[in-house]
């Protein structure tokens, strides 16, 4: 019951910063949590946050460059990337589970934007 659309992927060069952002419509997007994800073609989770937004949780890969947060009113995620490296080059997804926490099982997920990060 949720549809998820991200927005704000580009071509970026190493260094440099880009604000994704994950818009929800449906009902009880403040009891989902929500994460992101990349594809590059390998999967990895990159960032999760509780349905709150009182706690997150990071792949090592991205610790301390990335920061994931949502804003409840406005039914949207977003994941602050700094610092970038041609490694980060990948699409990006966001996704919301009906656990609220960090979730192993995720029951929505967006179409997909790209990332490119030039060195």
């Known amino acids: 019951q949720l549809h998820l659309v991200e927005s704000g992927g580009g071509l970026v060069q190493a260094g440099g910063s880009l604000r994704l952002s994950c818009a929800a419509s449906g009902r009880f997007f403040d009891t989902y949590g929500m994460a992101w994800f990349r594809r590059s073609p390998g999967e990895e989770r990159v960032a999760a946050i509780t349905?709150?937004?009182?706690?997150?949780r990071y792949a090592d890969s991205v610790t301390g460059r990335f920061t994931i947060s949502r804003d409840n009113a406005k039914n949207t995620l977003y994941l602050q990337m700094n610092s970038l490296k041609p490694e980060d080059t990948a699409v990006y997804y966001c996704?919301?589970?009906?656990?609220?926490?960090?979730?192993?099982?995720?029951?929505?997920w967006g179409q997909g934007t790209q990332v490119t990060v030039s060195s």
């Open positions: 349905r709150s937004g009182d706690s997150t």
């Open positions: 996704a919301a589970s009906a656990y609220g926490g960090f979730a192993s099982k995720y029951d929505y």
